[in-house]
């Protein structure tokens, strides 16, 4: 049985169709079965970063009505051979998604896959609740900043209370991941610090990625980051963060600062 | 402490509805308040600390006349929470705000309270509520009958409200408001503060009214007179 993850911020424009893109690809790449799925029902991302826009046939909402089959719909990356990436519709809207359709595709997706990462919609509406639904653990994503880390806030509220795990007094596993952190601000005293961050969030950090031109180059050529800029700061902190998330212990370093200070910090804050 | 905080009327931040007695006098209004007084000679203080509505439908009063009929009443220990029945108008500026809306009610709802005096063998109510998880943004915790103890932090946009006082042991980010159902004597406690709203009986404040001098250490609120104060719980208060 796979491990059903849900990539979630409550804020938009903070990188959550990004990570699902680098941490699908990261963790494929090790040889699991990894499936993205794109809950962003009507202004999908998903499939443009992924490169994989010019092949979408079928849906997630056509799975969910049972117009098509899940096979058909699935569409495999060109890339890795063990990624694949469920799109979302463009053309319908959130209400389209039921309940005991995404129920059943998720169920039939855990079977298929080691992995199985969902992409939610901003907001905590509709698409973003159903999908950390049926969600075993969930990334969240936020930018040092204060709306989107009150946002997220929020979001971990609903995670402990309107999932199926905490329906049945179960924990719904949390994980934070910083994107868009920029050494130079941070520095100036213009952003959040990791510390606050944490602070206010309390849950254990699996990564932080820097801001960086590369990631834009990345979704602009259609490719998830860990595959086409692998070398790349951004690319192995995602990298880094795709391990930690499969369970690893690994040193963590805040980008642009010396080492040391933060190990101590991570291994009391988050360990 | 940054000074004493500017008097505020009671906040009123979200809906509520509640029960309350209407009094609906008939004309003449002299007798019907005969009529009272003989009543009240026989259940005296029994709208001590009760929501009464002035329900003036029947009658036909001006609005000064309407100041003389509410201290007539306040004499007899009745205190008026609004007015029904009249046009908004007519009564001039400090009289109670006049009700729209209101329906029947079954006198049990109001009466569930016990009567001074008389104490109803019940179950205790249990007096605290322990939460060890944090509070997230948008997250409202609500216990009218006692203390909340919270053995976490309080996120931005959160909000814990309680019949008596409040105990955060972590950053209180959001909003705290203790006493609500009258109780002045309230407190809130916090190890760190960075609250956007405090409040106790209605009073409040804002965290612009707050300045940034309690942002370090622990914290306590309390009401003196109509004044939220508050002061680091290190320093002598």
Known sequence: MGKVIV????????????????????????GQNVAVVDFDVGLR??????????????????VVQGVAKLPQALIRDKRIETLYLLPASQTRDKDALTED??????????????????????????????????????????????????????????????????????????????????PGRAARGEMLTIEDVLEILSIP????????????????????????????????????????????????????????????????RAA | MSGVARQRSSMRLRGRSYMAFALAPEPPVAE????????????????????????????????????????????????????????AEKLGPGLPPVMLGGRQAALEAIEARPRQGAPVATAPEPASLLLQSPVRSGQSVFFPTGDI???????????????????????LRGRAMAGTSGNREARIFCLRMEAELLAIDGFYRTADDMGTS?????????LDGEALMIAGL????
């Not at chain 1, 911020?9 to 090790?30: E, F, H």
């Not at chain 1, 991302?45 to 056509?62: H, K, P, Q, S, T």
């Not at chain 2, 309690?214 to 309390?222: I, K, M, S």
């Open chain 2, 214 to 222: 309690h942002r370090t250490g622990p914290v306590q609120a309390w």
């Open chain 1, 45 to 62: 991302n998903l499939d443009l970063v992924m490169g994989a826009e010019r092949r979408v046939v079928f849906d997630l909402i056509n």
């Open chain 1, 205 to 268: 950090l699996i990564g932080i990625i820097p801001e960086s031109e590369e990631v834009l180059r990345a979704s602009n050529i259609g490719a998830p980051i860990t595959v086409c800029g692998h070398d790349s700061p951004p690319a192995r902190a995602y990298n880094d963060a795709a391990r930690r998330l499969a369970g690893e212990a690994l040193d963590m370093m805040v980008p642009g600062e010396k080492k040391g200070f933060f190990n101590r910090l991570f291994g009391r």
């Open chain 2, 32 to 87: 019907w308040l005969a009529e009272l007084d003989d009543w009240l000679r026989t259940s005296a203080g029994f709208f001590a600390g009760r929501p009464v509505v002035l329900d003036l439908a029947a009658v036909t009063l001006t609005s000064s006349a309407v100041t003389h009929l509410i201290s007539e009443l306040a004499a007899r220990g009745i205190r008026i929470m609004g007015i029904e029945g009249a046009d």
């Open chain 1, 101 to 182: 359709g995404v129920a059943r595709v998720i169920a039939e997706l855990r079977l298929r896959f080691d992995w199985v990462i969902c992409d939610s919609p901003a907001g905590i509406e509709r698409g973003a609740t159903l999908a950390m639904r049926y969600a075993d653990e969930a990334v969240i994503v936020a930018n040092p900043e204060v709306s989107s880390v009150r946002d997220s806030d929020r979001i971990i509220g609903l995670l402990d209370s309107k999932t199926a795990r905490a329906e049945r007094g179960e924990r719904v596993e949390k994980h934070l991941l910083i994107t868009r952190y920029d």
């Open chain 2, 234 to 237: 290190d320093r002598s208060s």
């Open chain 2, 149 to 171: 103890t919270i053995v976490d932090s309080v996120g931005s946009g959160a909000e814990v409200v309680a019949g008596g006082s409040i105990h955060v042991y972590g950053t």
């Open chain 1, 7 to 30: 990539v979630t911020s409550g804020k938009g424009g903070v990188g959550k169709t990004t990570s699902t893109a680098a941490l699908g690809a990261a963790i494929a790449r090790t």
